[in-house]
T-cell receptor, first 113, second 111 residues
Framework: DTGVSQDPRHKITKRGQNVTFRCDPI?????LYWYRQTLGQGPEFLTY????????KSRLLSDRFSAERPKGSFSTLEIQRTEQGDSAMYLC???????????FGPGTRLLVL | LAKTTQPISMDSYEGQEVNITCSHN???????ITWYQQFPSQGPRFIIQ???TKVTNEVASLFIPADRKSSTLSLPRVSLSDTAVYYC????????????FGGGTRLMVKP
């Protein structure tokens, strides 16, 4: 257990529905990252926050994807109008701003039917 | 960001030493080399990081030659629980420390 928690761990939804995932980072970590991982591939960076500021979001897969970190603590990742191609593991990680090491949560596995 | 190349898979037996080599020909001067381990249905876990020469911790050793164009992760006396995917990453603090994962090396440890 790295100290990063994600909720839910599994989500099954129907195509066209909206889903929201939550990530709680290690409490003193000011950077928070979201990644997506499809079967057999390495994680793919989506976006990251430093405190409450979203400093990189150009890698979000489409405008259906959005993320927030309103108080600089937990973060949410929302996918609107889900598609079957969104089925994947969504990983959250956190770090201190001056450290290279990122600590990953267990992930949320999404299945879009 | 420097691209990494590592074997797709490796097999080993319990008790053996395993060496996984990663090529990163375009590594930049300020890039570090980091290895992560991932078990099925879990997030990646940091193993070791280095800049040059040799780094050792309680889990593994990392060997980096002088030209830094490759690195070797060494796992001493592996056990069945070391069966996992191992990712080699290079990067520094650019773009907010965004990690770029390749396909990784799937290590299978057999009894």
């Amino acid at each position: 257990d790295t100290g990063v928690s994600q909720d839910p761990r599994h989500k099954i939804t129907k195509r066209g529905q909206n889903v929201t995932f939550r990530c709680d980072p290690i409490s003193e970590h000011n950077r928070l990252y979201w990644y997506r991982q499809t079967l057999g591939q390495g994680p793919e960076f989506l976006t990251y926050f430093q405190n409450e500021a979203q400093l990189e979001k150009s890698r979000l897969l489409s405008d259906r994807f959005s993320a927030e970190r309103p108080k600089g603590s937990f973060s949410t990742l929302e996918i609107q109008r889900t598609e079957q191609g969104d089925s994947a593991m969504y990983l959250c990680a956190s770090s201190l701003v001056w450290e290279e090491t990122q600590y990953f949560g267990p992930g949320t596995r999404l299945l879009v039917l | 960001l420097a691209k990494t190349t590592q074997p797709i898979s490796m097999d080993s037996y319990e008790g053996q030493e395993v060496n996984i080599t990663c090529s990163h020909n375009n590594i930049a001067t300020n890039d570090y080399i980091t290895w992560y381990q991932q078990f099925p249905s879990q997030g990646p876990r940091f193993i070791i990081q280095g800049y040059k020469t040799k780094v050792t911790n309680e889990v593994a050793s990392l060997f980096i030659p002088a030209d830094r164009k490759s690195s070797t992760l060494s796992l001493p006396r592996v056990s069945l629980s070391d069966t996992a995917v191992y990712y080699c990453l290079v990067g520094g603090d650019n773009a907010g420390n965004m990690l770029t994962f390749g396909g990784g090396t799937r290590l299978m440890v057999k009894p």
